[in-house]
């Protein structure tokens, strides 16, 4: 299994500013994903994480508004750029462990994110 | 590309009574297929899993799926449903061909009558 720690749980920005949500996990994992969730919407996965490389990103979204950074293998951060009402999310981290065939995703409690 | 259909949005039983929420999925791979749960406020939770093993998954709290390949379905099930099942529930799908991404439905809310 796994633990993860997601900073801040809830905030509320101005649009315009930016806000750094962090995800620490309690073992090493390869592999680390950041989805949002709108209001009243299911997860939607924005990018997956890898240690020692450039983030991927799904259609929709991109490396300008949303940088990841992975500095090692127990932490990941997401970051919110020039926000704007439409941003007001929960945004939760992920990781997937045990073998290829056979991962269990790991969540974090979320970071409640409202832009005003 | 890979997908969930969670038939219904919104599932109403009283206490007591049998719980089905409805899932449908589609993937060019072999699947592993998960439900998870969300209560107001609260984090995800696994309630279970089906990876290519038993068709008949058992999970926490009394609930259920089964895994029918000619159906491309994984629907949930509990025999007596509690007020403490009502929550959101995801049907997620992911394969190794498509990197392991979780891939989520719609979300069913469960309501629990009494």
């Known amino acids: 299994s796994a633990v993860i720690s997601q900073k801040p749980s809830r905030d509320i920005c101005q649009r315009g500013t930016s806000l750094t949500i962090q995800c620490q996990v309690d073992s090493q994992v390869t592999m680390m994903f950041w989805y949002r969730q709108q209001p009243g919407q299911s997860l939607t996965l924005i990018a997956t994480?890898?240690?020692?490389?450039?983030?991927?990103?799904e259609s929709g979204f991109v490396i300008d508004k949303f940088p990841i950074s992975r500095p090692n293998l127990t932490f990941s951060t997401l970051t919110v750029s020039n926000m704007s009402p439409e941003d007001s999310s929960i945004y939760l981290c992920?990781?997937?462990?045990?073998?290829?065939?056979?991962?269990?995703?790991?969540f974090g409690q979320g970071t409640r994110l409202t832009v005003v | 590309a890979q997908s969930v259909t969670q038939l219904d949005s919104h599932v109403s039983v009283s206490e007591g009574t049998p719980v089905l929420l409805r899932c449908n999925y589609s993937?060019?791979?072999?699947?592993?297929l998960f439900w998870y749960v969300q209560h107001p406020n609260k984090g995800l939770q696994l309630l279970l899993k089906?990876?290519?093993?038993?068709?008949l998954v058992k999970g926490i709290n009394g609930f259920e799926a089964e895994f029918k390949k000619s159906e491309t379905s994984f629907h949930l099930t509990k025999p007596s449903a509690h007020m403490s099942d009502a929550a959101e529930y995801f049907c997620v799908v992911s394969a190794r061909g498509y990197g392991n991404k979780l891939v989520f439905g719609a979300g069913t809310i469960l309501r629990v009558k009494s």
């Open positions: 993937s060019s791979y072999s699947p592993s």
């Open positions: 089906y990876t290519s093993a038993a068709t």
């Open positions: 992920s990781v997937g462990v045990g073998r290829a065939t056979n991962t269990e995703a790991f």
């Open positions: 994480a890898n240690q020692g490389s450039e983030a991927t990103y």
